[in-house]
């Protein structure tokens, strides 16, 4: 099973960035895994100063219009579940500070979602702890001024 954090990282901050994405590998890393208090409060500040709120309303309505006619795809409880039989299986959960996808078999299920989420925001970096993956779901552009 492959799960997924998706972090809305503000635009100064991933452009800052771009290039070193595993510092917020190590960050979100430690933060998830760390069992001291005091670390832990610290960890918690670093990564709300670097990311943005998720607008629940937003996603979801953006979810729901782009999977409406996906036959794979279900609404239950507020979780978003697609469903392609026994070759691929995700669900997608939408927290306060976080998306969290769980996802079974083959990558096309989560790359549907992926794929939503890429359209509508710029500046999501989706991170797996248990597997070491991380990456930005749109990469970051930088400008070059002349």
């Given at each position: ?26 960050l979100f890393s430690d933060h998830t895994k760390t069992d001291d208090e005091q ?25 729901y219009a782009d999977l409406q006619q996906n036959k794979s795809f279900q609404l ?38 992926f794929e939503i989420i890429r359209k509508h925001e710029p500046s999501f970096l ?21």
């Open positions: 099973m492959r799960r997924y954090q998706l972090y809305l990282i503000k635009e100064k901050v991933a452009i800052h960035y771009n290039g070193r994405e595993r510092l917020f590998y190590n670390l832990k409060r610290i960890l918690q500040k670093q990564v709300d100063f670097i990311t943005l709120p998720i607008s629940k309303w937003m996603i979801e309505n953006q979810l239950k409880e507020g979780v978003f579940y697609i469903d392609n039989g026994n070759l691929s299986k995700a669900s997608l959960t939408v927290e306060e500070n976080y998306l969290s996808i769980e996802a079974d078999g083959y990558y096309d299920a989560e790359s549907i979602f989706a991170i797996d702890v248990e597997n070491g993956r991380f990456g930005w779901l749109k990469p970051i552009k930088e400008r070059n001024f002349v």
